[in-house]
């Protein structure tokens, strides 16, 4: 049976910018593949009220996910109250149960957001207890005692909240998903004028395509690539195992020393 993917990340829109590539690879290796944002992204305006604003992005992120594929999971909470808070473990622990991952694509655990990074804790903290019965998730679900191998993605910038970079365990080609990633990216269009606006960013898809193009500089093979870090095993599966490695190989260049 093909893996089952879950990518997990803060924001609609984060999924495409730093993973939607390596994605776009995996569904066509034959992985059946899960997205979901936490938040809301309900912050992400300058015209429209939360609510009005929530009812739009969540659009556009169906719209992004059925391009990909993948099947959709609601948001659970707001902008900036992505707190690493029992609540919210428990509410992504019950959506892992139910899609059961063999692999699972995440924030960076060091980022410029602080959502960023409470969502990077509170997936592997679900990830973690997802075998324990007396962890009760809500709503209930009953424990899944199978594998899961964690992989975090790249910082949004490509810099940590201290500026420094972080350093792929491997690099993905993505040269060939590119476009793919940009059309998904495309979907969240009331995000340009919103980043635009509020931090800089002279084009929303270019921007996409500088970070793609920078990590591919970094792997020193790839024209556009991602850059991934695996996740400690211990508690995840039962052994060490890299089945993104093993999947994508012939996409992967691993650093030398």
Avoid at 171 to 183: A, P, Q
Wanted: aromatic share 8%; net charge negative; hydrophobic share 40%.
């Amino acid at each position: 049976m093909a893996p089952t993917v879950f990518a997990i990340h803060a924001h609609p829109d984060d999924i495409e910018i730093t993973s939607a590539g390596t994605l776009f690879l995996l569904k066509d290796a034959g992985c059946s593949l899960h997205y979901m944002t936490l938040a809301k992204g309900d912050a992400g305006s300058l015209d429209l009220d939360r609510e009005t604003t929530a009812r739009v992005r969540a659009q556009e992120a169906k719209g992004a996910a059925g391009f990909l594929g993948a099947t959709f999971h609601p948001s659970i909470v707001s902008d900036m109250e992505v707190l690493y808070a029992n609540n919210l473990v428990f509410q992504a622990l019950a959506i892992v149960r139910e899609v059961r991952p063999d692999i699972m694509l995440l924030p960076s655990p060091e980022d410029y957001m602080e959502d960023h990074v409470n969502t990077s804790r509170i997936a592997v903290t679900a990830a973690f207890c997802r075998a324990m019965p007396n962890i009760i998730s809500i709503p209930p679900v009953p424990p899944v005692d199978t594998d899961v191998v964690i992989y975090h993605a790249m910082p949004h910038g490509l810099r940590d909240g201290l500026r420094h970079r972080p350093v792929p365990d491997f690099y993905v080609d993505v040269t060939g998903t590119i476009d793919k990633k940009e059309r998904m990216l495309a979907f969240h269009e009331s995000q340009k004028t919103w980043l635009d606006k509020t931090q800089g960013m002279d084009s929303y898809l270019i921007s996409m395509r500088r970070m793609s193009a920078e990590v591919g500089r970094m792997s020193g093979k790839y024209q556009y690539a991602e850059g991934w870090r695996r996740h400690n095993h211990l508690g995840l599966s039962r052994k060490e195992t890299e089945p993104l490695e093993e999947i994508l190989r012939s996409f992967v260049s691993i650093p030398r020393g």
